[in-house]
């Protein structure tokens, strides 16, 4: 069976310190996806980013990066200089590749709070 | 702007009552789902359909009903089988036959029971 583990539940820094919220995958599958996604206060969850198991280079996308190592099933996120903006829920999902839909399977999720 | 469109943002259910949510969609995705938050957990998928007129139950289907008649509705109704309900629902859509698309949400109802 998937799934997908997020052992921190929540995480406290001050801010502009940098941040990593781990995520470790289990799955049978040789073609899979992960992704991240953000859950403001208002609820709605946000994609920030989707990568497959074919392509293990890291990812940087401003003050975000991504660390995907297949070795040790891992997918982690780290926020470099965080901001109070960045206080949210983080999730980490994995794809099951079901033709014609997609099954994703969550983390518990990682509440993020950025102090001032 | 295409979008996920969930109604109402709050719900109270009584005892013994059935009560739907509603979700539309105007991005001309083909698949759309339903997943359940309570505090402190993940996402929990309920049901989900690929087309029109067809659906699949996911892991906590119980309780629970939907429907598909048109490709940009999928409304879900929450029975008084459901014992339960108080959570947070979410829906999504994405491109069908693309699994490796991320999925787009809306932005929730919150159901209470009085």
């Known amino acids: 069976a998937q799934k997908v583990t997020q052992a921190q539940t929540e995480i406290s820094v001050v801010e502009k310190e940098d941040v990593t919220l781990d995520c470790v995958y289990e799955?049978?599958?040789?073609?899979?996806?992960l992704f991240w996604y953000k859950q403001p206060p208002s609820g709605e969850l946000v994609f920030l980013i989707r990568?497959?198991?074919?392509?293990?280079q890291n990812e940087i996308s401003g003050r975000y990066s991504w660390n995907f190592q297949k070795s040790t099933s891992s997918f982690n996120f780290t926020i470099t200089a965080s901001q109070v903006v960045d206080s949210a829920v983080y999730f980490c999902a994995l794809s099951e590749g079901v033709q014609g839909a997609q099954k994703l399977v969550f983390g518990q999720g990682t509440r993020l709070t950025i102090n001032p | 702007d295409g979008g996920i469109t969930q109604s109402p943002k709050y719900l109270f259910r009584k005892e013994g009552q059935n009560v739907t949510l509603s979700c539309e969609q105007n991005?001309?995705?083909?698949?759309m789902y339903w997943y359940r938050q309570d505090p402190g957990q993940g996402l929990r998928l309920i049901y989900y359909?690929?087309?029109?007129?067809?659906?699949q139950k996911g892991d906590i289907a119980e309780g629970y009903s939907v429907s598909r008649e048109k490709k940009e509705s999928f409304p879900l109704t929450v029975t008084s089988a459901q014992k339960n309900p108080t959570a947070f629902y979410l829906c999504?859509?994405?491109?069908?036959?693309?699994?490796?698309?991320?999925?787009?949400f809306g932005d929730g109802t919150r159901l209470s029971i009085l």
């Open positions: 990568r497959n198991s074919f392509d293990e």
């Open positions: 359909s690929q087309i029109v007129n067809d659906f």
């Open positions: 991005l001309n995705h083909d698949a």
């Open positions: 999504a859509s994405s491109p069908e036959g693309l699994y490796n698309q991320p999925q787009h």
């Open positions: 799955t049978r599958d040789t073609t899979y996806y």
